[in-house]
C-alpha cells in the first residue's frame, strides 16, 4: 500500500521569504503525485501534479524518484498563500480511485 | 455550478443515534468519493462509487457505516449507531473518470457525536 508522510505539520513564513513543503512517499511501483490545497473557507482543491509539470500560483514541485519526494516549493511567499496543504499519492494509472493523502500542512504567511 | 454541495454543514449527535450525511455531485461527475478527515489520521479514504457502484468499500471502519448512491446526483452516508470517535469532518469529492481528472471536494460536513 502507498503512504504520503508530511513531516512538519505548521510551517511559518515571513512574506516574501522562501517556502518549501515537504513530502516523501513510499509506493514500490510507479507513482502519480499530487499537490491539493484548502483556503480559509475554501473547498480542498487540486493546486498541481507532477505529470503536467506546471507552475501553478508561483509553486513548482519535482518528483524524485530517487528520493521518493515531491516537495512543493516557492521561492517568495505572498499572504494569500497562507493554507492547508496535502501531498497525495496514486499509483500510476489509477488516477482518483486509489489517491492516498498525507496529514497536510499548515502554512502561515508572516507579513 | 455550484459544485459538490453537501449537507448539513454541522451535525451534533448523541451516542447511539443514526447519522445520515448527503452529497449531490457535479452534474456530469460519474465517480463519487466519500472521505473523512481528522486530526490523528488526516484524510482517510472511506468509499468510492463509479457509476453509481460502490467500487472499494475498504476504507469503511465498520459495519456502522453504510453508503448508498441511488442515483448520478446524490449519495448518502449513514453511520448507525453513532460514536464519540465518529467526530470527524467528512468530504464528499466528485471527479469524471478520466485518469487525469481532479477530484472535487465538497464543503465537507462536521460530525460531533457526544
Known amino acids: 500500500a502507498q503512504r504520503v508522510t508530511q513531516p512538519e505539520k505548521l510551517l511559518s513564513v515571513f512574506k516574501g521569504a522562501p517556502v518549501e513543503l515537504k513530502c516523501n512517499y513510499s509506493?514500490?511501483?510507479?507513482?502519480?503525485l499530487f499537490w491539493y490545497v484548502q483556503y480559509s473557507r475554501q473547498r480542498l482543491q487540486l493546486l498541481l501534479r507532477?505529470?503536467s509539470r506546471e507552475s501553478i500560483k508561483g509553486f513548482t514541485a519535482d518528483l524524485n524518484k530517487g528520493e521518493t519526494s515531491f516537495h512543493l516549493k516557492k521561492p517568495f511567499a505572498q499572504e494569500e498563500d497562507s493554507a492547508m496543504y496535502y501531498c497525495?499519492?496514486?499509483?500510476?494509472?489509477?488516477?482518483?480511485?486509489?489517491?492516498?493523502f498525507g496529514k497536510g500542512n499548515q502554512v502561515v504567511v508572516i507579513p | 455550478d455550484a459544485g459538490v454541495i453537501q449537507s448539513p454543514r454541522h451535525e451534533v449527535t448523541e451516542m447511539g443515534q443514526e447519522v445520515t450525511l448527503r452529497c449531490k455531485p457535479i452534474?456530469?461527475?460519474?465517480?463519487l468519493f466519500w472521505y473523512r478527515q481528522t486530526m490523528m489520521r488526516g484524510l482517510e479514504l472511506l468509499i468510492y462509487?463509479?457509476?453509481?457502484?460502490?467500487?472499494?468499500d475498504s476504507g469503511m471502519p465498520e459495519d456502522r457505516f453504510s453508503a448508498k448512491m441511488p442515483n448520478a446526483s446524490f449519495s448518502t452516508l449513514k453511520i448507525q449507531p453513532s460514536e464519540p470517535r465518529d467526530s470527524a469532518v467528512y468530504f464528499c469529492?466528485?471527479?469524471?473518470?478520466?485518469?487525469?481528472?481532479?477530484?472535487?471536494f465538497g464543503n465537507g460536513t462536521r460530525l460531533t457525536v457526544t
Open positions: 452534474s456530469g461527475h460519474n465517480s
Open positions: 469529492a466528485s471527479s469524471l473518470g478520466s485518469i487525469l481528472s481532479p477530484l472535487h
Open positions: 462509487f463509479n457509476n453509481n457502484v460502490p467500487i472499494d
Open positions: 509506493y514500490s511501483g510507479s507513482p502519480e
Open positions: 507532477h505529470i
Open positions: 497525495a499519492l496514486s499509483p500510476a494509472g489509477y488516477g482518483n480511485n486509489r489517491l492516498a
